[in-house]
């Protein structure tokens, strides 16, 4: 049975005003009281709605997505993120915090396994679990998809729950491809976070690897 022959019925992003998780209200709730012209909601997936690759990251960054409202934007890993897209073909146009509508993604969605902003970039276990719906719902609304990119266990263990599928049966590690049921692929990838690169743990040169990698299964 392929993906598409599956009926999922869980909504593919959550309202900006989410109400499920309390911790993640309340912080979302502090940062607007400090800074009201920030975005300070559940971000949305940015790409086309016919990608066939879906990015999926952790959670969204207090001054990078949960100020500007797109994920990843604004933080250091979304500068890794982007640029690294720009280079594999998996974007066009041109990189810039200032005009961010000047780039555009090229068959690829990029969204998070926690669409709120939480504390120490920390999400619980429990808020993990109660934002998997949504990413439940955008897997099931994508008619084209082909390839997922985790940036992180946590992304990787994710999609796996999101898809019903065993975690002991596909070990994360950096690089490493993973043929799906459903005829889906993963790949994972360590976090392109400043925590990573700044260690050595993540290389610009490790990042572009896997990228190109996720991009080559589209060309195929």
């Given at each position: 049975m392929t993906l598409l022959a599956i009926k999922e019925t869980s909504p593919p992003e959550p309202a900006k005003h989410c109400p499920l998780c309390p911790r993640l209200v309340t912080f979302r709730q502090d940062n607007k009281a400090a800074h009201q012209e920030w975005f300070n909601g559940a971000v949305p997936s940015f790409g086309p709605a016919d990608a066939r690759i879906l990015i999926v990251g952790l959670a969204p960054g207090l001054k990078g997505a949960n100020r500007t409202g797109r994920p990843f934007l604004g933080d250091h890993a979304g500068e890794l993120l982007y640029r690294t897209l720009l280079k594999v073909g998996l974007a066009k146009g041109r990189h810039d915090l200032a005009a961010p509508d000047d780039l555009e993604l090229t068959?690829?969605?990029?969204?998070?396994?926690?669409?709120?902003?939480?504390?120490?970039?920390?999400?619980?276990?429990?808020?993990?679990?109660?934002?998997?719906?949504?990413?439940?719902?955008?897997?099931?609304?994508?008619?084209?998809?082909?390839?997922?990119?985790?940036?992180?266990?946590?992304?990787?263990?994710?999609?796996?729950?999101?898809?019903?599928?065993?975690?002991?049966?596909?070990?994360?590690?950096?690089?490493?491809?993973?043929?799906?049921?459903?005829?889906?692929?993963?790949?994972?990838?360590?976090?392109?976070?400043?925590?990573?690169?700044?260690?050595?743990?993540?290389?610009?040169?490790?990042?572009?690897?896997?990228?190109?990698?996720?991009?080559?299964?589209?060309?195929?």
């Open positions: 068959d690829c969605m990029i969204t998070n396994a926690v669409r709120c902003v939480p504390p120490a970039n920390k999400p619980t276990p429990l808020e993990i679990a109660t934002c998997r719906q949504f990413l439940v719902g955008r897997i099931f609304s994508l008619p084209r998809l082909q390839t997922l990119l985790a940036l992180g266990r946590i992304a990787h263990d994710s999609a796996l729950d999101a898809l019903g599928l065993k975690r002991r049966d596909f070990a994360f590690g950096h690089g490493i491809r993973h043929d799906l049921p459903h005829g889906l692929v993963l790949f994972d990838s360590y976090h392109c976070s400043r925590q990573n690169t700044n260690t050595g743990r993540l290389t610009a040169g490790m990042f572009e690897k896997v990228m190109r990698d996720v991009a080559g299964t589209i060309r195929t």
